[in-house]
């Protein structure tokens, strides 16, 4: 079955996408040339910035994330979704004091159509903060969480090692976490 794309970007950035569901690294390279072509046809394509920040995640390559990702928020500066990466990479760079600043202010800033990030951003302000030493303030985030998606499965495995006071081993769990996210996290389609 052919799929119609409204636009070349559109079709660019949805190629993009299903590569980086792959996660392999020659079609992640792939996947990066496909979204720097959606960005020449479109520089100012906060959706592309926020892919391209993906895609070099995936790659593990968090500097150029992280400027991906802060094109994204030049554009948008209140997008929790952009909030949401710019938090996730910096927390990967160890960054932490940073990364809570970001996921804090996309927790205010979200709009109705982004409710689908609320668990993904708990969940990061549970790791950060278990990566800060914070533990008190862990368990407090995790509960709070779950107050607002209790059915997340997510965060009662984050507050199960929290409970027991042992350490989550945040920076590990946070890049794998975001690794996996890459497939769920696609602009809202998640």
């Given at each position: 079955m052919r799929v119609h794309y409204?636009?070349?970007l559109e079709r660019l950035?949805?190629?993009a996408r299903e590569m980086l569901g792959a996660g392999d690294d020659a079609?992640?390279?792939d996947a990066n040339t496909t979204v720097n072509q959606a960005l020449q046809l479109s520089p100012d394509s906060v959706e592309g910035w926020l892919l391209k920040c993906q895609v070099a995640s995936a790659a593990g390559d968090d500097l150029a994330a992280l400027a991906a990702v802060e094109m994204a928020l030049r554009r948008e500066p209140e997008r929790g979704e952009a909030l949401y990466w710019h938090g996730a990479v910096l927390g990967d760079l160890?960054?932490?004091r940073e990364a809570l600043r970001s996921i804090e202010c996309a927790l205010r800033v979200?709009?109705?159509?982004e409710q689908w990030l609320v668990e993904d951003l708990f969940y990061e302000k549970v790791t950060?903060?278990?990566a800060l030493g914070l533990h008190d303030a862990a368990v407090a985030a995790?509960?709070?969480g779950l107050d607002h998606c209790p059915g997340s499965a997510l965060l009662r495995a984050a507050l199960g090692p929290l409970s027991s006071e042992t350490d989550?081993?945040?920076d590990k769990i946070h890049r794998e976490r975001v690794r996996s996210s890459l497939k769920v996290l696609r602009g809202g389609a998640g």
């Open positions: 409204d636009s070349e950035l949805e190629q079609v992640l390279a160890c960054r932490h979200l709009t109705d159509d950060i903060l278990d995790c509960s709070a989550l081993g945040a």
